[in-house]
């Protein structure tokens, strides 16, 4: 089950240096402004394909602009 | 939308999944960074002005107009320990000069805006408005700073 993550948590995992982060936005949304290190995989697109550049080891942290 | 996305990361097979619901527009209301195309001149937080004056609650009136006037302002926060936003001593409650405490002598609840929000839609509420300045605030209402009308045109 996906754990629900507040900013100081997604902060602490991204310095820790572990976590994959993934805005799930479209493509124009991501480019015009992003969290630091994050890649762009759309949710419309979002497979066993576009994931598989991801390590299936390593936490991911998923988020969009806000909680529509 | 992301907890679909970390539903369906699930069903592909990865263990570790965490949602951050509240998103980017969490992330960029506490002034914290933002990468892309999108400038950070074009944000409110770019021209926030960090030094403008604060009090507690129940400091003396007297003693925070001398201190805002040595610092050269015309405007204090005051603020509770946690630096979070109580009111606001604008001109006349400076210029009064009165023998109460801050907390007596502030316009509470002033209107706020935080870092992330657009800088031309902020300029055009203060026209709109009359203000010569917003304070911004993260979304936890902790003060960030003052965005000055002059310093914003």
Same mark, same amino acid.
């Given at each position: 089950?996906?754990?629900?993550?507040?900013?100081?948590?997604?902060?602490?995992?991204?310095?820790?240096?572990?976590?994959?982060?993934?805005?799930?936005?479209?493509?124009?949304?991501?480019?015009?402004?992003?969290?630091?290190?994050?890649?762009?995989?759309?949710?419309? %697109?979002?497979?066993?394909?576009?994931?598989? %550049?991801?390590?299936?080891?390593?936490?991911?942290?998923?988020?969009?602009?806000?909680?529509? | 939308?992301?907890?679909?996305?970390? @539903?369906?990361? /699930?069903?592909?097979?990865?263990?570790?999944?965490?949602?951050?619901?509240?998103?980017?527009?969490?992330?960029?209301s506490f002034g914290?960074?933002? /990468?892309?195309?999108?400038?950070?001149?074009?944000?409110v937080g770019?021209?926030t002005?960090?030094?403008v004056?604060t009090?507690?609650?129940?400091?003396?009136?007297? $003693?925070?107009?001398?201190?805002? $006037?040595?610092?050269? @302002?015309?405007t204090?926060f005051v603020v509770?320990?946690?630096r979070v936003v109580l009111g606001r001593?604008?001109?006349?409650?400076?210029?009064?000069?009165?023998?109460?405490?801050? $907390? /007596?002598?502030?316009s509470a609840g002033p209107s706020t805006v935080r870092p992330s929000f /657009?800088?031309?839609k902020a300029?055009?509420r203060m026209?709109?408005q009359?203000l010569?300045g917003l304070p911004v605030t993260r979304s936890d209402g902790v003060l960030l700073g003052l965005l000055?009308?002059?310093?914003?045109?």
């Amino acid at each position: 089950m996906p754990t629900p993550i507040g900013r100081d948590a997604v902060k602490r995992l991204l310095r820790e240096g572990q976590a994959q982060l993934v805005e799930v936005l479209p493509a124009d949304e991501y480019a015009d402004e992003h969290l630091p290190g994050a890649i762009n995989i759309p949710l419309k %697109s979002l497979d066993r394909e576009t994931t598989a %550049s991801l390590d299936l080891g390593r936490p991911v942290i998923v988020y969009c602009y806000d909680y529509q | 939308m992301s907890p679909r996305a970390a @539903w369906r990361l /699930e069903s592909i097979g990865f263990g570790r999944v965490y949602d951050y619901t509240a998103g980017k527009a969490d992330w960029g209301s506490f002034g914290l960074p933002l /990468e892309g195309q999108r400038p950070s001149t074009t944000r409110v937080g770019a021209y926030t002005r960090g030094d403008v004056p604060t009090c507690a609650p129940t400091d003396r009136l007297q $003693e925070v107009c001398d201190r805002v $006037e040595a610092a050269g @302002w015309d405007t204090c926060f005051v603020v509770n320990a946690q630096r979070v936003v109580l009111g606001r001593l604008g001109r006349s409650a400076l210029s009064a000069r009165r023998d109460v405490t801050a $907390e /007596e002598a502030m316009s509470a609840g002033p209107s706020t805006v935080r870092p992330s929000f /657009e800088l031309d839609k902020a300029c055009a509420r203060m026209h709109t408005q009359n203000l010569t300045g917003l304070p911004v605030t993260r979304s936890d209402g902790v003060l960030l700073g003052l965005l000055r009308r002059a310093g914003s045109d």
